[in-house]
């Protein structure tokens, strides 16, 4: 059994730099990474609406 795992993360992110969201990535199987363009570490303060938009979709393999 998988458990779907959704990343997002902020391009602009300074305290946890977007390598982070790719170390990240390549150690959680299954795991989707999303990137919000212009977003920093808050992205629910940064870019409210694409962050609930990225939270409400399906994922690809659920």
Not at 3 to 30: K, M, Q, S, T
Request: proline share 8%.
């Amino acid at each position: 059994m998988s458990i779907p795992v959704r990343i997002v993360w902020g391009r602009e992110d300074r305290i946890l730099p977007p390598e982070y969201a790719e170390w990240l990535h390549e150690r959680v199987p299954h795991a989707e990474l999303h990137w919000i363009e212009a977003a920093g570490h808050l992205l629910q303060e940064d870019a409210p609406g694409q962050l609930l938009a990225c939270l409400t979709s399906g994922f690809a393999s659920a």
